[in-house]
């Protein structure tokens, strides 16, 4: 049974106004009508649909979703509050391809693809994305369309990185870098179990914690020679980690809400070209420390047919060792 008068008081701790928290109860409120209507849906099922049917299209869904969001976090819904973060990786981020395919001269780029709208299942999309997709990998160069692709497409603020910049630049090596780096990670993972909160969207386990201990390519990087290889943490990791299923397994690492379905879904098949969206993400760290764009390489794509995981290697400028102290 829903407690109003105790999910107040949480969205109170929260610093939240008056007039948002009458809002967000009345929208859990209606989120609770529903549910009824639906009683044999299960509780993470009836968040992905009602974010779906309801929240998508009607107006101030950032405000609903995060609400609803705060709901999943007040009542231990990890997946719920999984599912409705992972919805904001697709904000702005297919205007931002056709802004960056503008700067190469290519005013076509998705021009037939809207961004969809905030709430809606991304699936709905896979048969406009490999549509899109394919046009673009017949009409323009792969170099270019690689370049346009690997950027930072998730709008995410340079500054988030000054304190990694700085702590590069005192360490005075990319390696002691990464080290950090891998290092810094398990202790913010390790936080995360022992509060039993999330890790952006991951859920951390004893489990996940060793698995990503074990190998500091994961998430943090290794140099080899003038490369940088990062393995992506898959989606779900802990999911992940105890499935046996080839295909399940890599619709469990993949990250794109775009087009992880098509892993199961027989009838769509998306390029691992795709990826190289998620290279960008991967190298923009480095692009801030070295002050410009890098390149970055796809090598493993679980978005193939015989991938296992989602693996890049992020080329170094070539006087990388002038930012390296000589000790």
Request: proline share 2%; hydrophobic share 35%; charged share 30%.
């Amino acid at each position: 049974m829903f407690d109003k008068d105790k999910f107040k008081i949480y969205l109170q701790s929260l610093k939240a106004d008056n007039d948002l928290i009458s809002r967000t109860v009345d929208l859990v409120s209606k989120f609770q009508e529903f549910s009824t209507k639906h009683i044999n849906m299960e509780e993470t099922k009836l968040i992905e649909t009602y974010s779906d049917e309801v929240i998508s299209g009607s107006g101030n869904e950032v405000e609903k979703l995060v609400g609803l969001a705060r709901y999943c976090k007040f009542t231990g819904n990890k997946e719920g509050l999984i599912y409705l973060l992972s919805l904001f990786n697709s904000v702005g981020v297919i205007e931002s391809f056709r802004n960056r395919a503008k700067l190469f001269g290519f005013d076509d780029f998705f021009s037939e693809y809207d961004d969809p709208s905030l709430g809606i299942k991304p699936e709905k999309y896979l048969p406009k994305i490999e549509k899109a997709l394919s046009n673009v990998l017949k009409t323009i160069p792969h170099k270019t369309y690689r370049k346009i692709l690997a950027s930072n497409h998730h709008q995410i603020p340079i500054e988030v990185f000054n304190e990694d910049k700085k702590r590069f630049i005192e360490l005075g090596s990319i390696d002691k870098f990464l080290e950090y780096r891998h290092y810094k990670m398990i202790s913010e993972m390790e936080n995360c179990l022992r509060e039993n909160r999330l890790w952006f969207e991951q859920n951390i386990t004893r489990e996940v914690l060793d698995f990503v201990k074990s190998n500091q390519e994961i998430q943090a990087g290794i140099r080899k020679d003038n490369r940088i290889y990062v393995t992506k943490i898959p989606s779900k990791v802990d999911k992940y980690l105890n499935e046996t299923d080839k295909r399940k397994r890599r619709y469990l690492s993949c990250h794109c809400p775009f087009v992880r379905d098509s892993i199961i879904d027989e009838n769509t098949k998306i390029s691992s070209e795709w990826c190289y969206c998620t290279g960008g993400f991967e190298k923009l760290i480095f692009d801030v420390i070295y002050d410009q764009e890098l390149e970055v390489e796809l090598l493993e794509s679980v978005l193939d047919e015989n991938g296992s995981k989602c693996r890049f290697a992020i080329v170094l400028p070539k006087n990388y060792l002038d930012w390296e102290k000589n000790e």
